[in-house]
């Protein structure tokens, strides 16, 4: 954060009927023209109305509203603030112990001018929002201007938009809310765009109705870009509507793994987004070609393999494929495997597919024929189709903040973990009566050291072998990368292929 508090408040007036101003915005526009300290605006028990925007801007002076309780001292939108936010601070302000409401004037809150406060001057000023209630905005608060903005044990309630969005270009924003519930807001915390800085959500309450959404994120080059503290923990919802939205920790979009910083754990309601990955191939042919007795080499890998389903066979109408970020055109529920061997392979991310249909218009087998192709994100969305509600996506490979491509799994975060690895697998080895070994190894060098390294005896070339191992990680780092590798005790030119592969990997 760029705004450290450390003045100290040598005046205070009082707003009341027995106070130096019976109107806040009176005291407030005195502090703007006349102020020579800081200042403290203490709010008189009751109501106080509001008919037109009360607007902060002392450059020389930092201001702090407070009222005596959230319950006690309200603060009341009436006729003349209609199309116009209640406050607009464009320097320093806190505000605490008040509640701020819109619902005192009729449809107050529908129009997208009329928020509770914006934040629409200097940049880089700094905000308490503290013991508050905020009732019955269209915005909450509204930050345009890169503020540093702290806000706790708060209740944003009946908020049309959002509860708290942030739109800037400026550099260096930071959003710190802890212990907010958020009830009835069509978003809680709008992360629309920013120009670094940071964010950290914590202890936090989301009441949505159907279609509400509790922390939406808009990512990528152009919107949220953060270099700081970026944590969302211990927060819960009541299961309705959306949680999280807009957050990316498979590298499916661009900039690729553009979200692997961001921490988003201990949220009852979702999965913790740890590093974690997993790899499911069954019957893989590929082989491997051990030169020399004894040596390791890497595994050649494994094609991906996907398997799409309908809950019901469909009827009529289109559905569409997504592999990563790329979308298919429509494709007819009932349209022929080559059709959709087209449609996929028209996709700038695939080279070609295989398609092999199991059930007419209800389930395929997409293997993808191209070496590290179809292991990230794929969707079926089937809003267009007749009869079917559903598709079921079983793809070889989950990922949250790794990249798995085929035979290696890369760690993306910046922030240092331990990881953990669990492999099984069935090797076949090419000649008879051979001791086979499989292990993990570490960027790609033997010399980092194998790890987990297991011997099979396979006696025979004609059948499979299970195999399994264990691997704990200490310290593993950004661009980190791991892959599975083989070796025989054998002579000279055995082949190796490791199938049916099951591959864990989690991180603490």
Known sequence: MTYIKSYKLTQRIYVGTTGQYTTLKEAVDYFNASANSNMEILVDAGHHLVTDTITVNNSSYDLQIRGLGSLITLIEAMTGLTNKPMFSFKTNCDINKVTITGNTLASYGTLS????????????????????????????????????????????????????????????????????????????????????????????????????????????????????????SDCTYNNVGTFFSGFDFSGRVSPLNRDAGIVLINNPGTENKNPHAKVGILNNATTTTITTANTFYKSAGFLSKTILSFDLAATAGTFTYTVGDQTTAAIAYNASVATIKAAIEALSNITTVTVIQ??????????????????????????????????????????????????????????????????????????NGRNTDIAIVKNGNVLYGVFGQVTVSCASNASTYPVSTFVYLEEVTANDYFELWVTTNGTNGDTIIVQDVSWLIDSK
């Open 113 to 232: 001018t009329e928020n509770a406060i914006n934040f629409d001057g200097t940049v880089n000023i700094g905000t308490e929002v503290t013991d508050i209630i905020i009732d019955t905005f269209n915005i909450g608060l509204y930050d345009t201007k890169a503020t540093d903005i702290f806000t706790f044990n708060a209740l944003y309630l009946n908020i049309t938009t959002a509860a708290i969005r942030i739109n800037t270009t400026d550099t260096n924003q930071y959003l710190d809310c802890e212990v907010v519930t958020f009830e009835n807001c069509g978003i809680g915390i709008d992360l629309l765009k920013a120009n670094t800085g940071g964010f950290y959500i914590n202890t936090c309450f989301f009441v949505n109705s159907s279609n509400q959404i509790a922390v939406k994120y808009t990512g990528g080059t152009g919107n949220y870009v953060y270099t700081s503290i970026t944590t969302i």
């Open 358 to 431: 199991v059930v007419a218009s209800k389930e395929w087998t997409i293997s993808f024929d191209t070496a590290n192709e179809g292991w990230i994100y794929q969707h079926c969305n089937t809003s267009g189709l007749t009869n079917t509600t559903i598709a079921y996506v079983k793809r070889a490979s989950y990922q949250t903040k790794f990249t798995v491509t085929a035979n290696k799994v890369l760690y993306q975060p910046t922030n240092t973990r331990d990881v953990m690895m669990w492999v099984s697998c069935n090797v076949i080895n090419s000649r």
